[in-house]
C-alpha cells in the first residue's frame, strides 16, 4: 500500500506532508506507518516506516528532525541533523534547507508553519497542555528569530481529536477559563458534568490570536477514522496496550 499524504494549498509549494497510518511495515495494533520508536512497536518496523516518510519528503533518515516531546512549550531552533539524545521540546525551527522538522501526534495537534518569502519553517505538538501553555506562540517568537514574519507565516493543524470525541471533566473547563473568561466557547455540554472540548478550533484561536497570516485545520479527526490514524484516546477506550504514533513533517 502507498503512503497517504495529506497536504495544504497554504504550504505549497514546500514539502510537506500529514502522514495517515497508511502504507506502513507495522502490524498488530501498530499496523502501518508507525513513526514513533517510543513505542512498543518493533524497532525494525519503525525504522522501515520513518525511511519511506524520509524518501517521500526526499531527505535521508538522519535529516528528519524531531525531538523527545513533553507536552512543553519549549522550542528548539535547529541548523543540522541531530545527533546522540534527543532534546526535550515541543516545537522545531528552522531556516536551513534540507532538514525535515517532524512532529509526532496521536490525538494532539501537529501544526505546520512556514514563511516562505523569508524561507522559515516550523513544526509543533500542540495538545491542551501545550497550547495552553504557548508553544505555538513560542514557535512563532522563534521563528521571528530566524527572520519570519508574522503576518506572512501560515500555519496548518493536521488531523488532530475533534471536539465530539474529546470528552473532558470540569475541572478541565475550570484551568482554561482561569487562563481567559473566553475559553469557555471551546467548551460543549456532554453527559452529566461531562463537557466537549474543541482542541483545534483552541489551537485556531491561538494562532490567530497570535498575528499568523492564514491558520486553518484539515478537519480529519484521529480518534473517528481508525483506518486513517492512531488514537491515544481510542487505544484506551478499547484496552489496547499500546498505540502508534503519526508522523507531519516539512522541509524547506
Not at 513544526?123 to 522563534?142: F, K, Y
Not at 521571528?144 to 473532558?168: C, F, H
Request: aromatic share 8%; proline share 5%.
Amino acid at each position: 500500500m502507498t503512503l497517504e499524504i495529506l497536504t495544504s494549498d497554504l504550504l505549497s509549494p514546500l514539502r510537506h506532508g500529514f502522514f495517515s497510518r497508511r502504507g506502513g511495515a507495522s502490524s498488530g495494533v501498530f499496523s502501518g506507518l508507525n513513526c514513533g520508536y517510543g513505542s512498543s512497536d518493533q524497532t525494525e518496523a519503525v525504522s522501515v516506516n520513518r525511511e519511506r516518510v524520509a524518501r517521500a519528503l526526499d531527505v535521508a533518515p538522519a535529516e528528519l528532525i524531531g525531538v523527545h516531546q513533553v507536552h512543553s512549550p519549549t522550542v528548539l531552533t535547529v541548523d543540522s541533523p541531530l545527533n546522540g539524545e534527543k532534546p526535550k521540546a515541543d516545537a522545531v525551527v528552522t531556516a536551513t534547507p534540507g532538514l525535515a522538522l517532524t512532529i509526532l501526534t496521536a490525538d494532539c495537534q501537529p501544526v505546520l508553519f512556514a514563511d516562505t518569502d523569508a524561507n522559515v519553517i516550523g513544526a509543533a505538538h500542540a495538545g491542551w497542555r501545550g497550547a495552553l501553555d504557548g508553544v505555538l506562540e513560542e514557535t512563532l517568537d522563534a521563528m521571528e528569530a530566524l527572520g519570519a514574519k508574522r503576518e506572512n507565516t501560515v500555519a496548518v493543524i493536521g488531523p488532530s481529536i475533534s471536539q465530539r470525541a474529546y470528552e473532558v471533566g470540569p475541572e478541565f473547563l475550570d484551568e482554561f477559563v482561569a487562563d481567559s473568561p473566553e475559553n469557555l466557547q471551546f467548551f460543549a455540554n456532554g453527559n452529566g458534568d461531562r463537557l466537549q472540548f474543541d482542541l483545534p478550533a483552541f489551537g485556531l484561536h491561538r494562532l490567530r490570536q497570535a498575528g499568523v497570516g492564514q491558520a486553518e485545520w484539515t478537519r480529519h479527526c484521529t480518534y473517528s477514522d481508525p483506518d486513517r490514524f492512531y488514537s491515544y484516546r481510542r487505544s484506551t477506550h478499547a484496552k489496547e496496550a499500546d498505540y502508534g504514533r503519526l508522523i507531519s513533517a516539512i522541509r524547506l
